[in-house]
């Protein structure tokens, strides 16, 4: 693509050194450029793109896009927020794809992957050939990709859907989520659905408020040609009476005659969302029930993990306050014996929320073991402190041996819910991201049970 086509898209405040450039690719990583790209130097909150802007014309941009000029030998397009640029700059280059496929996204606090799972088998089912891009997973025509940020960054969005409608998808299914939003990651994506699932504390470190939550999901149903709104969720309620003609469901209402392998009450609401979404997209039911039959387990999400012991263990990726409430009701009803939770909040993240997460589990399990999460750059001991509170709640920091414990405590009946990274297979500690998957440990802890003594 010329430069002046973009140059028409964007807008600038000025250009320096010329138009009559062709760019081959779009580039922000100054250490990912391909040669041909434009780059954008993007200020972040640590590091500002235009202090890389060097190193990404020696590895081959031929264009930058910068709020200040810069003395290099390249054209220059000035605008006032490259961030806000980029997404522009992004549905221009890849022929704003979204105008062909047809993308369903699921916003909201909980309940996001799962829908996301159910709604792509749904899709399948009604021969539909869904892309994916959710945290567990991506899939792009029928190839899987490596998963990165939960929402991708608008180069690598409009990309990925180019990709999709280039491998031959039909549609799309993605998570949309309110720090996207408000970075505007997702600006210029058309929504032919957009769900709502809920709205509970979370994140709060970077939005402030939970007013300030709920307008970075809000503002994302400007781009939605059908909302599909949870309105048994208070702020789904609200975002239902502000948004005309939204088509609305109740995470509490049965699924009447559909059949649905996971487990959990919080799970039918997730299959409501996705039979809501699919109709809005004109599947017929028979498709639907297909498709949400076929799900039998979502990596991490209420995930069993049986090695033959005589009670139940389930890894779940709840990290949140509301998200512990649903895991831990639901293993309440699961369970014959006791239920026994092991938690831990991540560092570095919405600090409020760890004495209600404290909170949440001391009423609702019956031994509640805190460990360590993803502390990041934070003391483990500091963050189980804050979690703990006042309560009457054991202590081990080394995670491990806290899952460990739990198995060993289990008899039968008992239902051991590992909660907080799910999927993830890495524990990140000062600034090093070890390998550690929940899943995995808690199957060698259970065949070293099993085994002979």
Same mark, same amino acid.
């Given at each position: ?16 050194g ?8 779009l580039a ?12 954008? *130097? ?8 235009h202090?890389?802007?060097?190193d ?9 896009v910068?709020?200040?000029p ?28 979204t105008?062909?496929?047809p ?5 909201? #606090?909980?309940g ?13 089912a009604?021969? %539909? ?14 190839e899987?990709?490596?998963?990165g940020?939960?929402?991708? @960054? ?9 990709q999709?409608?280039? &491998?031959?998808?039909?549609? *799309? ?10 970075? &505007?990651?997702? /600006? ?9 699932t809920?709205? #509970? ?9 939970? /007013?300030?939550?709920?307008?970075a ?14 309105? !048994? ?5 609200r975002l ?50 297909? !498709? ?8 991490? %999400?209420?995930?069993e993990?049986? @090695? ?14 509301g ?6 009701g ?10 026994? *939770?092991?938690?831990?909040? &991540? !560092?570095?993240?919405d600090?409020d ?37 006042g309560?009457d709640?054991?202590?081990?920091l080394?995670?491990r ?10 008899? /039968? ?21 070890l ?5 995995e ?13």
């Amino acid at each position: 693509m010329q430069l002046e086509r973009l140059i028409a898209a964007l807008a600038p405040t000025d250009v320096v050194g010329g138009a009559a450039v062709e760019i081959r690719d779009l580039a922000y990583d100054a250490r990912e450029v391909p040669r041909g790209s434009l780059f954008f *130097c993007i200020r972040g909150a640590i590091a500002d793109g235009h202090d890389f802007a060097a190193d990404a014309v020696g590895r081959g941009a031929v264009a930058l896009v910068v709020e200040r000029p810069l003395d290099l030998d390249v054209p220059q397009l000035v605008v006032p927020s490259v961030r806000a640029a980029m997404p522009r700059a992004a549905v221009e280059f890849f022929g704003d794809p979204t105008a062909q496929l047809p993308v369903t996204a699921i916003t909201g #606090t909980n309940g996001k992957t799962t829908t996301a799972f159910l709604l792509r088998s749904i899709l399948s089912a009604a021969g %539909r050939r869904p892309g994916l891009l959710t945290n567990v997973e991506r899939r792009v025509g029928t190839e899987a990709r490596a998963v990165g940020l939960n929402t991708p @960054e608008s180069i690598d969005l409009q990309r990925l859907f180019r990709q999709m409608l280039d &491998g031959g998808n039909g549609s *799309c299914v993605m998570e949309a989520t309110s720090m996207a939003s408000v970075k &505007g990651r997702l /600006d210029g994506t058309r929504f032919a659905v957009l769900v709502f699932t809920n709205l #509970t504390q979370d994140h709060l470190d970077f939005h402030g408020t939970m /007013d300030d939550y709920f307008e970075a999901k809000r503002r994302l149903f400007t781009q939605a040609g059908t909302a599909v709104i949870n309105v !048994g969720d208070a702020y789904g309620a609200r975002l239902a009476a502000e948004i005309p003609g939204a088509l609305t469901f109740r995470s509490d209402d049965d699924l009447r005659g559909i059949e649905l392998k996971l487990r959990g009450q919080f799970n039918v609401g997730n299959a409501l969302a996705a039979a809501a979404a699919a109709r809005a997209l004109g599947v017929d039911e028979a498709a639907i029930k297909q !498709g949400i039959a076929a799900v039998e387990r979502v990596p991490g %999400r209420f995930d069993e993990v049986d @090695e033959g012991q005589p009670f139940t263990v389930l890894v779940d990726y709840a990290h949140t306050p509301g998200a512990l409430e649903s895991a831990l009701g639901a293993a309440r009803e699961l369970a014959r014996g006791r239920v026994i *939770c092991v938690f831990g909040a &991540g !560092g570095d993240r919405d600090r409020d929320k760890r004495p209600l997460m404290g909170r949440v589990v001391a009423e609702l399990a019956d031994v509640a073991i805190v460990t360590s999460d993803n502390p990041r750059s934070e003391d483990p001991a500091a963050i189980a402190a804050a979690v703990v509170g006042g309560l009457d709640l054991d202590v081990e920091l080394d995670r491990r041996r806290a899952i460990e414990r739990a198995l060993d405590a289990a008899s /039968d009946g008992d239902v051991v819910v590992i909660a907080g990274k799910g999927h993830e297979q890495g524990q990140e500690i000062a600034g090093q991201k070890l390998p550690f998957d929940d899943r995995e440990v808690v199957r060698d802890a259970l065949r070293r049970l099993k085994a002979p003594a």
